[in-house]
């Protein structure tokens, strides 16, 4: 049988039960396709998911630094003498998370021989919950903040000396921060 003929072939009328399966099959297959589609998320390219992930990163140092700078004008400028405020905080590192993990170990002991090995197989996965929707987020055991870089404190009552000390005494008392990473200046 040639190309040209199978297509007549197929469509005799004796060809009635070839036609159906072949059609049977078609279906079957574009339901794989579309149910694959559905049931496997396509992978995030490795490059875009490192640029999501570093925006990010830049964006949460971003706001941590602006909500400790709102904060400390907030408090600095109702202190007594040292009038309107603006601070700059930078940090060294962002906010970290402590992933809980498990832990499990494999022994085992194999003979050749007069000859024992002990072989050890070692496997750690990260906990994970799950919220009411299904979601799964890993389970974080502890946070820790972001290390304080330096602190400028701009000040209208900056140019006293005792508003000075008392404004870089606050900062390090916050902060846990040496005095020679807190400046204090006079607002022009």
Known sequence: ???????KELFRPENKKARINLFTAFLIGVLLLLMSHILIEPAPQPEAEMQIEQKNKEEKESSIEKELE???ESVFSNMEGVGQVKVMVTVKNTKASVLAKEQRKE???SEEGEKKTQAQKEENTVVMTEDNRGGRTPYIIQETMPEIEGIVIVAQGGDDARIAQMLSEASQALFNVPAHKVAVLKMK
Do not use: G, Q, T
């Open 70 to 72: 709102k904060r400390l």
């Open 107 to 109: 022994y085992s002991l």
């Open 1 to 7: 049988m040639d190309k040209k003929n199978w297509a």
